[in-house]
């Protein structure tokens, strides 16, 4: 390949960096209104009624709309494709305002001023009443006998799904597995180890907030422009939410200031659209604060494992279970499919001999709603594979590496649950690699058993993650592709960048497999649900995977037409019929060809002779260059006998999936009297098939391994049970590791070619930021010899930790 695998400068890199970039905010009209959304100071309760006559009293202030005044229409908010099988649809739980209150700071009401400062003063003179309940804010109290829904008109209780699966026979169970194993090993020692394994609430900490401005057109249609990873599915839900038909929305994302899977949820955008609709259809722009972004709008589920293992005193795993409990939060979101999914790579991560048990709990609560994050249930699930892989290791004083490479997922690996199947196979690969780079054979064995307050440790942690959503949802792309007049090319993806250098990929595949020069690609980085083609947006690690093979068939159907047409005038006089300036050129062209390839006078040119190299028509096999794919170009505009404005535009319903996968290393510093964890050098190897470009996917690694960091070490957000207000929702009290805490981040890759990738490419967006946590955790199981089961690893856990152990 010629362009694919290059590394590229990123194409929206000058826009960027000289801030020339139009990100939401910067395209709103001027004398634009202001809205500010009132939240709800209980976390459990209903709104009875509203005061508004100070709040109106304020200059500036134009409408007050609250929840009594909001459409009557429940409608989701996953960043889901629809499901045409009501079974499997998204929880349609919300409203753009709620008079029912489920969290503290719940939208209950919201203002439309002429600035700013008018509507935050309105917004605090607003008198509410409320009817108020106990708040229910963890799992425990939410499944306990007795606890009053919170969501009645859908669940008899709080629990949105429970899901029981297994690996190995279908009626397989732990108990069953461990009579089985002492039949099969009669006399045998057999260990078992059980733990509960815990993961924080935490906050994605975009750098661009939730930002959107609305308005409505002369025609009725209500326009968004928004900053969201999911353009085509906003549009979607916020018809529903306000009950009118979608045609009658238009939304438009322009360049997005991140995301990370809390943008992949529709926020405000319904609400802004609503408030247009409510003063007339003039502009109003809604901007949430970083405190209301935090608490208010999507959080990574805390989950709770309870975990159990069984193996031989030789290391062959027998049987494992885990029972995962997630903390939803006040609204579905995307409801049970994370706490599934991270129950189904729990069991997918390793050869149990004899079977896997995972029952998964997904539970409403009121406390912030969890949605959609890096790793999608994966992070939670490594964290306690891997807690429980190191736990089993130790029992029997094994070195974790080689516990990990007799029991990991083998080569061809098939889920039977999904069909899901390991195309191509480098886990084993990336373990050695990454045993090499850290010198593990070594500074294992040497730092098992030291003394003294501060210590070294060596940690590490396997994952494997699948590329895209097939089978258990819709996977669709399109790609459009449109010659221009100077032989460059417009390339209009449906899949949208947010920050994670999707335009550049593109632009490099559609370079690859149209032959146009990849400086003459120009990516239409905006994506506006009147105009560009549909996709379900950017999520699950899927769009160089599932859009890209959307790109490569678009690309084959635009390059062939061109060639068709290159053929069309390689055969014709065109100084008679065109009566264009290229008539000599392409003459004399064509008599080359015809020696070349020894054709008759009879014989026409085909477009399979032909191929196009750096914009060049060429005969195919790349001699001799024939003209510029600019003589095509202004000769299939302009022509008086055949013009044909030369476009493509493909549909790829993607009906395959692939894993990859990886593991992270690491080498830490504990002082054990200030419990502190110092990374003193860190290691991810990714088997992510063929790197479309390296220098972006090692750019997605660092990133990815920053924020694994952070969920090991610092970032929980916390909730008060008695009045499930969160309590750290800014970023001084939450804390997101920043350069001082980041060591220099490593990345290495294998590189194989997956069979199923439009490239031989597959998953590499999420996956740098699972493995990080635990690898971290081993590590300080290594160097202390004490096992911490909570993340993140703060110094006060440690501490007290270290003192149970009398380590301090």
Not at 3 to 12: A, C, M, N, P, Y
Not at 199 to 211: A, G, K, W
Not at 343 to 358: H, I, P, Q, S, T
Request: proline fraction near 4%; hydrophobic fraction near 35%; charged fraction near 25%.
């Amino acid at each position: 390949m010629k362009i694919v695998g290059q590394e590229l400068k990123r194409v929206d890199a000058y826009g960027k960096v000289t801030g020339e970039a139009k990100y939401t905010a910067d395209l709103e009209p001027r004398d634009i209104l202001h809205g500010k959304v009132v939240h709800a100071t209980i976390a459990n309760g209903r709104v009875k009624s509203f005061d508004l006559t100070e709040a109106m009293k304020v200059p500036g202030v134009v409408k007050i709309v609250t929840c009594f005044d909001a459409p009557d229409c429940q409608f989701p908010t996953a960043g889901h494709p629809w499901s045409v099988e009501s079974k499997h649809q998204d929880i349609c739980d919300r409203r753009v305002l709620n008079e029912r209150v489920r969290l503290y700071g719940d939208d209950i009401a919201a203002v439309v001023a002429e600035n700013e400062v008018a509507a935050a003063q309105a917004a605090r003179l607003i008198k509410v009443e409320y009817e108020e309940y106990e708040p229910i804010v963890t799992v425990e109290a939410a499944m306990a006998e007795g606890a009053t829904p919170l969501h009645p008109d859908l669940r008899k209780d709080n629990v949105i799904v429970h899901s029981h699966m297994t690996m190995g026979d279908s009626d397989f169970t732990f108990d069953k597995g461990i009579l089985a194993a002492r039949e099969m090993y009669p006399g045998e020692e057999l260990i078992a180890v059980e733990e509960e394994y815990d993961t924080p609430r935490i906050s994605h900490c975009h750098i661009e907030l939730p930002v959107s401005w609305a308005y409505v057109d002369t025609n009725g249609k209500v326009t968004v422009v928004c900053s969201t990873q999911i353009p085509h599915i906003v549009r979607r839900c916020t018809a529903q939410a306000l009950g009118i038909p979608v045609g009658q929305v238009r939304i438009i994302k322009p360049y997005i200031g991140g995301g990370f899977g809390n943008k992949q949820d529709v926020l405000y955008e319904p609400l802004n659209a609503f408030l247009s609709m409510s003063v007339g259809g003039r502009p109003v722009r809604l901007e949430i604060s970083r405190e209301e972004t935090i608490s208010g709008t999507r959080t990574r589920h805390a989950i709770k494992g309870k975990c159990k293992g069984l193996m031989t005193k030789d290391g062959r795993i027998l049987a494992r279970k885990i029972d995962a409990f997630a903390n939803n939060g006040a609204y579905a979101s995307h409801g049970h499919a994370i706490c599934a999914n991270c129950g189904n790579v729990f069991k997918d991560l390793y050869r149990d001999e004899l079977g896997c048990e995972v029952d998964c709990w997904t539970v409403y609560t009121s406390s912030p709603t969890a949605g959609a994050m890096r790793g999608y249930g994966i992070p939670q699930a490594v964290w306690f594979a891997e807690c429980l892989t190191d736990d089993l290791a130790d029992r029997i004083g094994m070195d974790p590496c080689e516990f990990r490479l007799k029991n990991c997922m083998e080569e061809g690996f098939v889920d039977p649950a999904n069909g899901i199947t390991f195309h191509s196979y480098g886990l084993k690969r990336c373990i050695e690699e990454g045993k090499s780079y850290i010198r593990w054979d070594e500074k294992w064995k040497q730092y098992r058993n030291q003394t003294g307050p501060v210590r070294k440790g060596v940690g590490m942690a396997i994952f494997c993650y699948k590329t895209g959503v097939h089978p258990i949802s819709l996977e669709t792309s399109s790609a459009r592709m449109v010659l221009n007049q100077d032989g460059s090319m417009q390339l209009c993806m449906g899949a949208t960048e947010i920050g994670q250098g999707a335009d550049t990929v593109f632009s490099q595949m559609a370079s690859e497999t149209t032959g146009i020069s990849f400086d003459k690609v120009y990516i239409v980085s905006t994506q506006d649900t009147d105009t560009t083609p549909f996709d379900t947006g950017a999520y699950a690690s899927r769009q160089t995977y599932v859009s890209g093979m959307a790109c490569k068939k678009c690309g084959e159907e635009f390059r062939g037409k061109i060639l068709e047409y290159a053929a069309y005038m390689l055969n014709h006089d065109l100084t008679d019929l065109s009566k264009t300036v290229y008539a000599d050129q392409v003459k004399e062209a064509a008599g080359r060809l015809r020696e070349a390839l020894g054709l008759g006078a009879d014989e026409d040119v085909t477009a399979e002779m032909l191929d196009i190299v750096d914009s060049k028509v060429v005969v195919s096999g790349g001699d001799p260059v024939l003209f510029d794919v600019a003589v095509v170009a202004d000769t299939a505009f302009y022509s008086l006998d055949r013009s044909v404005h030369i476009t493509a535009e493909v549909t790829n319903h993607c009906k395959d999936n692939t894993f990859s996968s990886g593991c992270c290393f690491v080498e830490v510093e504990v002082d054990m009297p200030l419990g502190l964890v110092t990374v003193k050098d860190i290691v991810n190897v990714h088997d992510s098939g063929v790197l479309i470009n390296p220098k972006t996917a090692a750019a997605q690694v660092h990133g990815g391994m920053s924020m694994g960091l952070g969920y090991g070490l610092s970032e929980e957000l916390l909730v008060d049970e008695k009045t499930g207000k969160t309590l750290n929702n800014n970023l001084l009290d939450y804390k997101i590791p920043t350069a001082m805490d980041t060591p220099e981040l490593n990345v290495r890759f294998i590189q194989l070619d997956d069979p199923t990738g439009p490239y031989g490419n597959k998953s590499l967006g999420e996956p740098p930021a699972i493995p990080v946590a635990p690898a971290i955790r081993n590590a300080i199981l290594n160097a202390t010899g004490v096992h911490m089961n909570m993340t993140p690893m703060t110094a006060q856990r440690l501490i007290a930790k270290f003192k149970e152990k009398g380590l301090i």
